[in-house]
Protein backbone atom coordinates (compact mmCIF):
# COMPACT_ATOMS: atom_id res chain seq x y z
CA UNK A 1 0.00 0.00 0.00
CA UNK A 2 2.76 2.76 1.01
CA UNK A 3 4.76 1.68 -2.45
CA UNK A 4 1.07 2.35 -4.21
CA UNK A 5 0.60 5.89 -2.51
CA UNK A 6 4.47 6.44 -3.04
CA UNK A 7 3.42 9.21 -6.40
CA UNK A 8 1.43 11.49 -4.24
CA UNK A 9 2.76 14.50 -2.82
CA UNK A 10 3.26 14.21 0.98
CA UNK A 11 1.23 16.37 2.51
CA UNK A 12 -0.86 14.77 4.63
CA UNK A 13 -0.34 11.52 6.18
CA UNK A 14 -3.78 10.73 6.23
CA UNK A 15 -5.55 10.51 2.57
CA UNK A 16 -8.75 9.79 1.40
CA UNK A 17 -9.40 8.07 -1.72
CA UNK A 18 -11.95 7.07 -4.35
CA UNK A 19 -11.18 4.21 -6.38
CA UNK A 20 -13.11 2.73 -9.32
CA UNK A 21 -13.19 1.68 -13.14
CA UNK A 22 -13.90 4.02 -15.68
CA UNK A 23 -17.17 2.90 -17.07
CA UNK A 24 -17.42 0.18 -15.29
CA UNK A 25 -20.28 1.26 -13.19
CA UNK A 26 -21.54 4.36 -14.71
CA UNK A 27 -24.49 5.32 -12.40
CA UNK A 28 -21.85 4.56 -9.91
CA UNK A 29 -19.95 7.53 -10.93
CA UNK A 30 -22.09 9.99 -9.66
CA UNK A 31 -20.79 9.41 -6.11
CA UNK A 32 -16.73 11.23 -7.25
CA UNK A 33 -18.37 14.33 -7.99
CA UNK A 34 -20.48 14.98 -4.75
CA UNK A 35 -18.08 12.49 -2.12
CA UNK A 36 -15.16 15.15 -3.23
CA UNK A 37 -17.48 17.97 -2.80
CA UNK A 38 -18.62 16.50 1.06
CA UNK A 39 -15.09 15.98 2.33
CA UNK A 40 -13.65 19.51 1.21
CA UNK A 41 -17.53 20.88 3.55
CA UNK A 42 -16.37 18.68 6.06
CA UNK A 43 -12.39 19.33 6.14
CA UNK A 44 -11.21 21.68 3.60
CA UNK A 45 -7.80 20.33 3.86
CA UNK A 46 -8.13 16.83 3.70
CA UNK A 47 -6.92 15.27 0.27
CA UNK A 48 -8.82 13.33 -1.97
CA UNK A 49 -7.05 11.01 -4.44
CA UNK A 50 -8.64 9.67 -7.46
CA UNK A 51 -7.35 6.41 -8.47
CA UNK A 52 -8.33 4.87 -11.68
CA UNK A 53 -7.95 1.32 -12.77
CA UNK A 54 -7.42 1.35 -16.46
CA UNK A 55 -4.78 -0.59 -18.90
CA UNK A 56 -4.32 3.44 -20.88
CA UNK A 57 -3.32 6.08 -18.71
CA UNK A 58 -3.42 8.90 -21.04
CA UNK A 59 -7.04 7.11 -22.09
CA UNK A 60 -8.00 7.21 -18.17
CA UNK A 61 -7.18 10.93 -18.03
CA UNK A 62 -8.32 12.13 -20.68
CA UNK A 63 -11.82 10.53 -19.29
CA UNK A 64 -11.18 11.97 -15.90
CA UNK A 65 -11.04 15.54 -17.66
CA UNK A 66 -14.31 14.86 -19.93
CA UNK A 67 -16.28 13.88 -16.69
CA UNK A 68 -14.84 17.03 -14.88
CA UNK A 69 -13.48 14.39 -12.15
CA UNK A 70 -11.50 16.77 -9.68
CA UNK A 71 -9.09 15.30 -6.83
CA UNK A 72 -6.02 16.69 -4.95
CA UNK A 73 -3.81 14.08 -6.67
CA UNK A 74 -4.59 11.22 -9.33
CA UNK A 75 -2.65 7.70 -9.12
CA UNK A 76 -3.46 6.13 -12.66
CA UNK A 77 -3.68 1.84 -12.03
CA UNK A 78 -2.27 0.71 -15.44
CA UNK A 79 -1.52 -3.01 -14.31
CA UNK A 80 -4.24 -3.79 -12.08
CA UNK A 81 -2.14 -3.65 -8.56
CA UNK A 82 -5.02 -2.89 -6.52
CA UNK A 83 -6.29 -6.50 -6.79
CA UNK A 84 -3.01 -7.39 -5.02
CA UNK A 85 -3.81 -5.04 -2.23
CA UNK A 86 -7.32 -4.38 -1.64
CA UNK A 87 -10.27 -7.38 -1.15
CA UNK A 88 -14.06 -6.86 -2.27
CA UNK A 89 -17.12 -8.97 -1.02
CA UNK A 90 -18.43 -9.12 -4.26
CA UNK A 91 -15.46 -10.69 -5.23
CA UNK A 92 -14.34 -8.05 -7.89
CA UNK A 93 -14.14 -4.49 -7.51
CA UNK A 94 -17.44 -3.12 -8.99
CA UNK A 95 -18.61 0.17 -8.71
CA UNK A 96 -16.67 3.01 -6.52
CA UNK A 97 -15.25 2.88 -3.29
CA UNK A 98 -13.66 5.46 -0.96
CA UNK A 99 -11.38 5.13 1.41
CA UNK A 100 -9.26 6.84 4.18
CA UNK A 101 -5.18 5.19 3.95
CA UNK A 102 -2.18 6.23 6.20
CA UNK A 103 0.82 7.09 3.73
CA UNK A 104 3.90 6.14 5.17
CA UNK A 105 2.61 2.48 6.85
CA UNK A 106 0.49 2.14 4.05
CA UNK A 107 -2.40 1.03 6.70
CA UNK A 108 -6.12 0.73 5.28
CA UNK A 109 -7.75 2.98 7.91
CA UNK A 110 -11.52 2.22 6.06
CA UNK A 111 -12.64 1.00 3.06
CA UNK A 112 -16.91 0.78 1.71
CA UNK A 113 -18.64 1.22 -1.15
CA UNK A 114 -20.05 4.38 -1.88
CA UNK A 115 -23.25 4.38 -0.26
CA UNK A 116 -23.87 7.66 1.35
CA UNK A 117 -22.86 9.91 -1.68
CA UNK A 118 -22.20 13.60 -0.43
CA UNK A 119 -23.89 12.70 3.49
CA UNK A 120 -21.57 15.15 5.45
CA UNK A 121 -22.74 13.37 8.39
CA UNK A 122 -20.77 10.21 6.72
CA UNK A 123 -18.37 12.48 6.09
CA UNK A 124 -17.83 13.59 9.75
CA UNK A 125 -17.54 9.98 10.81
CA UNK A 126 -15.17 9.13 8.43
CA UNK A 127 -13.09 11.66 9.23
CA UNK A 128 -13.14 11.18 12.80
CA UNK A 129 -12.59 7.43 12.50
CA UNK A 130 -8.78 6.44 13.34
CA UNK A 131 -9.15 2.70 12.42
CA UNK A 132 -7.57 1.09 11.29
CA UNK A 133 -10.56 -1.39 10.07
CA UNK A 134 -10.21 -5.62 10.45
CA UNK A 135 -8.29 -7.07 7.96
CA UNK A 136 -10.51 -9.81 5.89
CA UNK A 137 -9.78 -11.28 2.36
CA UNK A 138 -12.99 -11.57 1.16
CA UNK A 139 -11.73 -14.01 -1.90
CA UNK A 140 -11.20 -16.97 -0.06
CA UNK A 141 -14.35 -16.94 2.01
CA UNK A 142 -16.74 -20.06 0.99
CA UNK A 143 -14.49 -21.31 -1.54
CA UNK A 144 -13.21 -24.74 -0.51
CA UNK A 145 -9.38 -25.84 -0.77
CA UNK A 146 -9.60 -27.96 -3.39
CA UNK A 147 -11.22 -25.15 -6.00
CA UNK A 148 -8.35 -22.22 -4.26
CA UNK A 149 -5.40 -24.85 -5.00
CA UNK A 150 -6.68 -25.64 -8.79
CA UNK A 151 -5.14 -24.88 -11.29
CA UNK A 152 -6.98 -22.78 -14.19
CA UNK A 153 -7.75 -25.42 -17.59
CA UNK A 154 -6.52 -24.53 -20.56
CA UNK A 155 -7.82 -24.96 -23.76
CA UNK A 156 -6.30 -28.61 -25.31
CA UNK A 157 -6.71 -27.68 -28.80
CA UNK A 158 -4.37 -26.44 -31.52
CA UNK A 159 -3.99 -22.85 -32.59
CA UNK A 160 -5.98 -21.94 -35.48
CA UNK A 161 -4.71 -22.16 -38.94
CA UNK A 162 -4.92 -21.49 -42.85
CA UNK A 163 -4.85 -17.84 -43.92
CA UNK A 164 -5.90 -14.37 -42.27
CA UNK A 165 -7.04 -11.41 -43.77
CA UNK A 166 -6.43 -7.77 -41.73
CA UNK A 167 -8.30 -4.67 -42.18
CA UNK A 168 -6.81 -1.51 -40.64
CA UNK A 169 -9.23 0.49 -38.48
CA UNK A 170 -9.61 4.19 -39.71
CA UNK A 171 -10.94 5.82 -36.71
CA UNK A 172 -11.33 9.54 -38.47
CA UNK A 173 -9.70 11.04 -35.51
CA UNK A 174 -11.88 9.60 -33.19
CA UNK A 175 -10.37 8.49 -29.80
CA UNK A 176 -11.48 4.67 -28.97
CA UNK A 177 -10.87 2.96 -25.87
CA UNK A 178 -11.99 -0.73 -25.75
CA UNK A 179 -14.68 -2.91 -25.81
CA UNK A 180 -17.67 -3.29 -23.98
CA UNK A 181 -19.29 -6.60 -24.27
CA UNK A 182 -17.91 -7.97 -27.97
CA UNK A 183 -17.16 -6.39 -31.24
CA UNK A 184 -19.53 -6.91 -34.10
CA UNK A 185 -18.88 -7.81 -37.86
CA UNK A 186 -21.89 -7.88 -39.91
CA UNK A 187 -21.24 -7.89 -43.86
CA UNK A 188 -19.68 -4.50 -44.67
CA UNK A 189 -20.22 -3.27 -41.06
CA UNK A 190 -17.84 -3.46 -38.07
CA UNK A 191 -19.47 -2.18 -35.20
CA UNK A 192 -18.72 -2.30 -31.07
CA UNK A 193 -19.75 -0.68 -27.85
CA UNK A 194 -16.66 1.82 -26.98
CA UNK A 195 -16.56 1.61 -23.07
CA UNK A 196 -15.20 5.14 -22.08
CA UNK A 197 -17.15 6.98 -25.20
CA UNK A 198 -20.42 5.44 -24.21
CA UNK A 199 -21.74 4.79 -27.88
CA UNK A 200 -21.55 2.42 -30.33
CA UNK A 201 -18.73 3.30 -33.26
CA UNK A 202 -19.74 2.25 -36.46
CA UNK A 203 -17.60 1.44 -39.30
CA UNK A 204 -17.75 0.35 -43.00
CA UNK A 205 -16.05 -1.78 -44.92
CA UNK A 206 -14.35 0.41 -47.38
CA UNK A 207 -12.01 -1.83 -48.93
CA UNK A 208 -8.35 -1.44 -47.72
CA UNK A 209 -9.87 -0.70 -44.63
CA UNK A 210 -13.12 -0.44 -42.08
CA UNK A 211 -13.54 3.54 -42.16
CA UNK A 212 -15.33 4.98 -39.06
CA UNK A 213 -19.35 6.23 -40.01
CA UNK A 214 -20.23 7.20 -37.19
CA UNK A 215 -20.97 6.97 -33.28
CA UNK A 216 -24.33 5.72 -32.47
CA UNK A 217 -25.78 7.26 -29.13
CA UNK A 218 -29.39 8.56 -27.74
CA UNK A 219 -29.96 11.83 -29.09
CA UNK A 220 -32.24 14.59 -27.12
CA UNK A 221 -35.30 13.34 -28.30
CA UNK A 222 -34.76 10.13 -27.15
CA UNK A 223 -33.02 11.12 -24.31
CA UNK A 224 -36.52 13.41 -22.86
CA UNK A 225 -38.82 10.11 -23.74
CA UNK A 226 -39.33 9.36 -20.55
CA UNK A 227 -38.68 12.50 -17.88
CA UNK A 228 -41.62 13.39 -16.72
CA UNK A 229 -40.87 16.47 -14.60
CA UNK A 230 -41.80 20.30 -15.26
CA UNK A 231 -38.55 23.02 -14.90
CA UNK A 232 -36.71 23.69 -13.26
CA UNK A 233 -36.75 20.15 -11.69
CA UNK A 234 -36.32 18.84 -15.42
CA UNK A 235 -32.66 19.91 -15.82
CA UNK A 236 -32.19 16.71 -13.74
CA UNK A 237 -31.89 15.05 -16.88
CA UNK A 238 -28.31 16.40 -17.56
CA UNK A 239 -26.70 14.75 -14.32
CA UNK A 240 -27.63 11.22 -15.10
CA UNK A 241 -26.74 8.63 -17.04
CA UNK A 242 -28.27 7.24 -20.17
CA UNK A 243 -26.37 3.90 -21.06
CA UNK A 244 -25.79 1.36 -23.79
CA UNK A 245 -25.85 -2.18 -23.60
CA UNK A 246 -25.66 -4.38 -26.83
CA UNK A 247 -25.85 -3.76 -30.76
CA UNK A 248 -27.22 -5.96 -32.94
CA UNK A 249 -28.28 -5.68 -36.92
CA UNK A 250 -32.10 -5.98 -37.85
CA UNK A 251 -33.56 -6.60 -40.45
CA UNK A 252 -33.97 -4.27 -43.20
CA UNK A 253 -30.22 -2.43 -43.36
CA UNK A 254 -31.26 -1.20 -39.86
CA UNK A 255 -29.55 -1.59 -36.18
CA UNK A 256 -30.90 -2.18 -32.86
CA UNK A 257 -29.29 -0.50 -29.80
CA UNK A 258 -30.34 -2.20 -26.31
CA UNK A 259 -30.54 0.94 -24.30
CA UNK A 260 -30.76 1.97 -20.29
CA UNK A 261 -32.87 5.45 -20.28
CA UNK A 262 -33.57 7.51 -17.23
CA UNK A 263 -37.24 7.63 -16.60
CA UNK A 264 -37.81 10.83 -13.85
CA UNK A 265 -40.87 11.58 -11.87
CA UNK A 266 -41.98 13.12 -8.61
CA UNK A 267 -41.85 10.90 -6.12
CA UNK A 268 -45.94 10.18 -6.13
CA UNK A 269 -45.17 7.36 -3.10
CA UNK A 270 -43.22 9.41 -0.48
CA UNK A 271 -44.95 12.44 -1.64
CA UNK A 272 -42.35 14.83 -0.18
CA UNK A 273 -41.35 16.42 -3.54
CA UNK A 274 -38.67 14.29 -4.19
CA UNK A 275 -37.46 12.51 -7.53
CA UNK A 276 -38.46 8.78 -8.27
CA UNK A 277 -36.01 7.20 -10.77
CA UNK A 278 -35.95 3.88 -12.43
CA UNK A 279 -34.13 2.35 -15.40
CA UNK A 280 -36.16 1.85 -18.62
CA UNK A 281 -35.20 -0.72 -21.10
CA UNK A 282 -35.82 0.12 -24.51
CA UNK A 283 -34.39 -0.85 -28.01
CA UNK A 284 -32.96 2.48 -30.18
CA UNK A 285 -33.13 1.78 -33.88
CA UNK A 286 -30.42 3.45 -36.20
CA UNK A 287 -30.87 3.32 -40.41
CA UNK A 288 -27.41 2.25 -40.47
CA UNK A 289 -26.60 3.88 -44.32
CA UNK A 290 -28.25 7.25 -43.10
CA UNK A 291 -27.79 7.39 -39.20
CA UNK A 292 -31.94 8.37 -39.33
CA UNK A 293 -33.39 7.40 -36.14
CA UNK A 294 -36.13 5.05 -36.63
CA UNK A 295 -39.01 4.22 -34.25
CA UNK A 296 -37.92 3.58 -31.09
CA UNK A 297 -38.96 -0.36 -29.29
CA UNK A 298 -40.09 -0.19 -25.88
CA UNK A 299 -40.33 -3.74 -24.41
CA UNK A 300 -43.05 -3.83 -21.49
CA UNK A 301 -40.92 -5.05 -18.80
CA UNK A 302 -42.76 -3.41 -15.94
CA UNK A 303 -45.19 -5.58 -15.84
CA UNK A 304 -47.12 -6.28 -12.55
CA UNK A 305 -47.21 -10.06 -10.76
CA UNK A 306 -44.20 -11.60 -12.62
CA UNK A 307 -41.90 -13.79 -12.06
CA UNK A 308 -39.28 -13.19 -13.86
CA UNK A 309 -36.75 -10.37 -14.42
CA UNK A 310 -36.30 -9.36 -17.69
CA UNK A 311 -32.91 -8.63 -19.15
CA UNK A 312 -31.96 -6.76 -22.38
CA UNK A 313 -28.04 -6.62 -22.60
CA UNK A 314 -28.06 -9.36 -25.20
CA UNK A 315 -31.02 -9.91 -27.64
CA UNK A 316 -31.43 -10.11 -31.25
CA UNK A 317 -35.11 -10.21 -33.27
CA UNK A 318 -37.17 -13.29 -35.22
CA UNK A 319 -39.59 -13.32 -37.31
CA UNK A 320 -41.42 -10.05 -35.84
CA UNK A 321 -40.59 -10.52 -32.17
CA UNK A 322 -37.50 -9.59 -30.13
CA UNK A 323 -35.56 -11.91 -27.83
CA UNK A 324 -34.48 -11.16 -24.59
CA UNK A 325 -33.16 -13.09 -21.46
CA UNK A 326 -35.11 -13.53 -18.33
CA UNK A 327 -34.99 -15.29 -14.75
CA UNK A 328 -37.10 -16.27 -12.26
CA UNK A 329 -37.16 -13.18 -9.56
CA UNK A 330 -35.71 -15.96 -6.76
CA UNK A 331 -31.70 -16.52 -5.47
CA UNK A 332 -29.01 -15.88 -6.79
CA UNK A 333 -30.77 -12.56 -7.01
CA UNK A 334 -30.55 -10.66 -3.93
CA UNK A 335 -33.82 -12.18 -2.45
CA UNK A 336 -34.42 -13.03 1.54
CA UNK A 337 -34.74 -16.79 2.03
CA UNK A 338 -38.00 -16.38 3.89
CA UNK A 339 -39.24 -15.08 0.18
CA UNK A 340 -38.98 -18.03 -2.06
CA UNK A 341 -37.95 -21.06 0.84
CA UNK A 342 -40.92 -22.68 0.52
CA UNK A 343 -42.31 -22.10 -2.98
CA UNK A 344 -40.93 -25.00 -4.63
CA UNK A 345 -41.74 -23.28 -8.10
CA UNK A 346 -39.06 -20.84 -6.86
CA UNK A 347 -36.32 -22.54 -4.57
CA UNK A 348 -33.55 -23.82 -6.99
CA UNK A 349 -32.23 -25.83 -3.56
CA UNK A 350 -35.06 -28.20 -3.80
CA UNK A 351 -35.87 -30.98 -6.40
CA UNK A 352 -39.36 -29.78 -7.34
CA UNK A 353 -37.75 -26.68 -8.76
CA UNK A 354 -36.03 -28.01 -11.50
CA UNK A 355 -39.66 -30.05 -12.87
CA UNK A 356 -41.69 -26.60 -12.46
CA UNK A 357 -40.38 -24.49 -16.28
CA UNK A 358 -37.37 -22.64 -15.50
CA UNK A 359 -37.07 -20.48 -19.13
CA UNK A 360 -34.19 -18.02 -19.96
CA UNK A 361 -35.59 -16.78 -23.04
CA UNK A 362 -38.41 -13.92 -23.41
CA UNK A 363 -40.38 -12.79 -26.18
CA UNK A 364 -42.25 -9.76 -26.75
CA UNK A 365 -43.84 -8.43 -30.01
CA UNK A 366 -42.51 -5.74 -32.23
CA UNK A 367 -45.45 -3.95 -32.67
CA UNK A 368 -47.05 -3.92 -29.37
CA UNK A 369 -43.97 -4.50 -27.45
CA UNK A 370 -46.07 -7.14 -24.83
CA UNK A 371 -44.81 -10.09 -23.78
CA UNK A 372 -45.72 -13.34 -25.92
CA UNK A 373 -43.51 -16.16 -23.99
CA UNK A 374 -40.95 -17.79 -22.85
CA UNK A 375 -38.96 -20.50 -23.96
CA UNK A 376 -35.43 -22.34 -22.82
CA UNK A 377 -34.78 -24.70 -19.96
CA UNK A 378 -32.67 -25.06 -17.18
CA UNK A 379 -29.93 -27.86 -18.50
CA UNK A 380 -29.21 -30.81 -16.35
CA UNK A 381 -25.92 -29.41 -14.91
CA UNK A 382 -27.96 -27.04 -13.11
CA UNK A 383 -30.59 -29.29 -11.34
CA UNK A 384 -26.91 -31.42 -10.45
CA UNK A 385 -25.24 -28.54 -8.75
CA UNK A 386 -28.43 -27.20 -7.26
CA UNK A 387 -27.36 -24.09 -8.91
CA UNK A 388 -30.53 -22.26 -10.88
CA UNK A 389 -29.97 -19.86 -12.82
CA UNK A 390 -26.18 -18.80 -11.59
CA UNK A 391 -24.55 -20.60 -14.28
CA UNK A 392 -26.78 -19.23 -17.26
CA UNK A 393 -25.36 -16.09 -19.36
CA UNK A 394 -27.76 -16.10 -22.56
CA UNK A 395 -27.05 -15.69 -26.22
CA UNK A 396 -29.02 -15.56 -28.84
CA UNK A 397 -28.98 -15.05 -32.42
CA UNK A 398 -31.59 -14.86 -35.34
CA UNK A 399 -30.41 -15.80 -39.77
CA UNK A 400 -34.44 -14.64 -40.49
CA UNK A 401 -34.90 -18.33 -40.65
CA UNK A 402 -33.75 -20.18 -37.60
CA UNK A 403 -33.13 -18.58 -33.97
CA UNK A 404 -29.99 -19.84 -31.93
CA UNK A 405 -30.00 -20.15 -28.34
CA UNK A 406 -27.69 -20.57 -25.72
CA UNK A 407 -26.89 -20.77 -21.80
CA UNK A 408 -23.36 -20.03 -22.45
CA UNK A 409 -21.88 -22.34 -19.65
CA UNK A 410 -23.34 -25.17 -20.12
CA UNK A 411 -22.28 -25.31 -23.82
CA UNK A 412 -25.13 -26.96 -25.31
CA UNK A 413 -26.39 -24.92 -28.21
CA UNK A 414 -30.16 -24.77 -29.27
CA UNK A 415 -31.58 -24.12 -32.79
CA UNK A 416 -35.22 -24.00 -34.14
CA UNK A 417 -37.84 -22.51 -36.28
CA UNK A 418 -40.43 -21.52 -34.59
CA UNK A 419 -40.66 -20.00 -31.51
CA UNK A 420 -44.27 -20.97 -30.20
CA UNK A 421 -43.62 -25.04 -30.95
CA UNK A 422 -41.54 -25.39 -33.85
CA UNK A 423 -39.16 -28.46 -33.68
CA UNK A 424 -36.05 -27.54 -31.32
CA UNK A 425 -32.35 -29.07 -32.22
CA UNK A 426 -29.59 -29.19 -29.65
CA UNK A 427 -25.71 -29.29 -30.21
CA UNK A 428 -23.15 -29.33 -27.64
CA UNK A 429 -19.99 -27.25 -28.20
CA UNK A 430 -18.43 -28.61 -24.95
CA UNK A 431 -20.08 -30.38 -21.43
CA UNK A 432 -19.74 -29.98 -18.13
CA UNK A 433 -18.29 -32.25 -16.36
CA UNK A 434 -21.04 -33.17 -13.57
CA UNK A 435 -20.00 -36.55 -12.62
CA UNK A 436 -16.81 -33.93 -10.72
CA UNK A 437 -19.31 -31.87 -8.96
CA UNK A 438 -19.08 -32.69 -5.15
CA UNK A 439 -22.25 -33.21 -3.09
CA UNK A 440 -24.70 -30.39 -2.56
CA UNK A 441 -23.80 -28.64 0.55
CA UNK A 442 -27.00 -28.05 2.07
CA UNK A 443 -25.44 -26.31 4.92
CA UNK A 444 -24.58 -22.87 2.21
CA UNK A 445 -28.10 -23.44 1.12
CA UNK A 446 -29.63 -19.47 0.36
CA UNK A 447 -26.27 -18.48 0.84
CA UNK A 448 -24.51 -16.38 -1.53
CA UNK A 449 -21.04 -18.25 -1.84
CA UNK A 450 -23.19 -21.42 -2.45
CA UNK A 451 -22.34 -21.56 -6.06
CA UNK A 452 -18.77 -20.98 -5.26
CA UNK A 453 -17.73 -25.10 -4.82
CA UNK A 454 -19.26 -25.40 -8.58
CA UNK A 455 -17.20 -22.45 -10.55
CA UNK A 456 -14.38 -24.51 -11.24
CA UNK A 457 -16.36 -26.69 -13.57
CA UNK A 458 -17.92 -23.65 -15.19
CA UNK A 459 -14.58 -22.66 -16.68
CA UNK A 460 -15.69 -21.93 -19.91
CA UNK A 461 -18.75 -20.45 -21.84
CA UNK A 462 -19.96 -19.62 -25.24
CA UNK A 463 -20.47 -15.68 -25.77
CA UNK A 464 -21.23 -15.68 -29.41
CA UNK A 465 -22.50 -18.38 -31.91
CA UNK A 466 -24.31 -18.61 -34.97
CA UNK A 467 -25.18 -20.78 -37.90
CA UNK A 468 -25.54 -22.09 -41.59
CA UNK A 469 -27.39 -24.91 -43.07
CA UNK A 470 -24.50 -27.12 -42.17
CA UNK A 471 -22.93 -25.46 -39.42
CA UNK A 472 -22.76 -24.15 -35.64
CA UNK A 473 -19.76 -21.75 -34.95
CA UNK A 474 -19.28 -20.88 -31.60
CA UNK A 475 -16.83 -18.53 -29.89
CA UNK A 476 -16.02 -20.00 -26.58
CA UNK A 477 -14.33 -17.94 -23.54
CA UNK A 478 -12.05 -20.21 -21.23
CA UNK A 479 -12.11 -18.14 -17.53
CA UNK A 480 -9.36 -19.51 -15.27
CA UNK A 481 -10.77 -21.52 -12.38
CA UNK A 482 -14.28 -20.15 -13.27
CA UNK A 483 -13.55 -17.08 -11.85
CA UNK A 484 -14.87 -13.43 -13.34
CA UNK A 485 -11.79 -12.26 -15.21
CA UNK A 486 -12.16 -8.55 -16.81
CA UNK A 487 -9.07 -8.73 -18.99
CA UNK A 488 -9.74 -9.68 -22.72
CA UNK A 489 -5.96 -11.04 -21.92
CA UNK A 490 -6.08 -13.09 -18.70
CA UNK A 491 -8.11 -15.39 -20.84
CA UNK A 492 -8.04 -17.83 -23.59
CA UNK A 493 -10.28 -17.87 -26.30
CA UNK A 494 -11.19 -20.51 -29.18
CA UNK A 495 -13.22 -21.27 -32.21
CA UNK A 496 -16.14 -24.33 -32.22
CA UNK A 497 -17.28 -25.54 -35.02
CA UNK A 498 -20.32 -28.09 -35.35
CA UNK A 499 -20.93 -30.35 -37.72
CA UNK A 500 -25.34 -30.44 -37.70
CA UNK A 501 -25.73 -33.55 -39.71
CA UNK A 502 -22.65 -35.61 -37.22
CA UNK A 503 -22.66 -33.40 -34.43
CA UNK A 504 -18.71 -33.54 -34.48
CA UNK A 505 -17.19 -30.26 -33.00
CA UNK A 506 -13.57 -29.16 -33.93
CA UNK A 507 -11.89 -26.45 -31.36
CA UNK A 508 -9.12 -24.30 -32.11
CA UNK A 509 -7.70 -21.76 -30.66
CA UNK A 510 -7.82 -17.57 -31.37
CA UNK A 511 -4.57 -15.54 -30.56
CA UNK A 512 -3.18 -13.14 -27.99
CA UNK A 513 -0.54 -11.68 -30.63
CA UNK A 514 2.33 -9.97 -30.39
CA UNK A 515 3.10 -5.93 -30.12
CA UNK A 516 -0.77 -5.85 -29.22
CA UNK A 517 -3.58 -5.77 -26.87
CA UNK A 518 -6.92 -8.02 -27.79
CA UNK A 519 -9.74 -6.24 -27.19
CA UNK A 520 -12.15 -9.16 -28.33
CA UNK A 521 -13.13 -11.92 -30.63
CA UNK A 522 -16.47 -12.60 -32.15
CA UNK A 523 -17.73 -14.03 -35.69
CA UNK A 524 -18.10 -12.07 -38.89
CA UNK A 525 -21.18 -13.41 -41.70
CA UNK A 526 -20.74 -12.16 -44.68
CA UNK A 527 -21.78 -13.63 -48.85
CA UNK A 528 -23.06 -17.25 -47.01
CA UNK A 529 -19.67 -17.62 -44.85
CA UNK A 530 -18.98 -17.30 -41.26
CA UNK A 531 -15.72 -16.80 -39.43
CA UNK A 532 -13.81 -16.22 -36.70
CA UNK A 533 -12.06 -12.55 -36.02
CA UNK A 534 -10.21 -10.36 -33.19
CA UNK A 535 -9.57 -7.20 -32.61
CA UNK A 536 -6.75 -5.94 -31.58
CA UNK A 537 -5.24 -2.34 -30.58
CA UNK A 538 -1.47 -2.67 -31.99
CA UNK A 539 1.53 -0.82 -29.36
CA UNK A 540 2.00 1.97 -32.02
CA UNK A 541 -1.67 2.87 -31.24
CA UNK A 542 -3.50 1.58 -34.24
CA UNK A 543 -6.19 -1.12 -34.34
CA UNK A 544 -6.28 -3.92 -36.49
CA UNK A 545 -9.20 -6.50 -37.21
CA UNK A 546 -8.05 -9.64 -38.19
CA UNK A 547 -10.39 -12.61 -39.51
CA UNK A 548 -9.27 -16.01 -41.07
CA UNK A 549 -10.93 -17.03 -43.65
CA UNK A 550 -10.65 -20.68 -43.65
CA UNK A 551 -8.59 -20.91 -46.83
CA UNK A 552 -5.19 -23.67 -46.35
Known sequence: MAEYLNSLPAVLDTVYAIIYEPAQCPRCEASIHVDYA????????????????YHDSASAAAYNRKKGYIADGYIYDTEGAYRSIFSFNSGSMIGTYILK??????????????????????????TAWSGPMPAHDFGVEGVGVDEAA?????????????????HTLSTGGEPLSEVYDVPKYDGNYFYYNDKLANGIMLFRDGGDSL????????????????????????????????????????????????????????????????????????VLVRDVSTGEPLPMFVPDFDMADTLFFYKHFTFT????????????????????????????????????????GNPWIATFSLNTGKLTGHFGE???????????????????YGNGKELLYSDGYSGTVHITDNLHGGTDKAYSAFAVDTAAFPRPDTAMFYTEGYANAYSRYYYRRIISARMDDERVYCIVKYMPNG???????????????????????????????????????????????????????RDDGGYVVREWTGEE
Open 101 to 126: MCRSTGQLLFGAESFYMGSNAFMREL
Open 211 to 282: RFVSKIEADSTEKDRFIELDEPLRSMRDDVYYIPCAASMLDGGSMGVSYSLPHLMLDTIAKNGGIAYFNKAV
Open 483 to 537: LYVPSVESNDFTFVAIDRRSGRATESLLPHIGGCHTLGFELHSSAGRTVPFGLYH
Open 38 to 53: ALKRVRPDAPMVLITS
Open 378 to 396: LEPCAKAGRTGYEFVSPIM
Open 317 to 356: TFKGEAVFACQKLTWPMDYEREEYEHKPYLNPFCDAFYSS
Open 150 to 166: SQPVKPGCAPISGRYKD
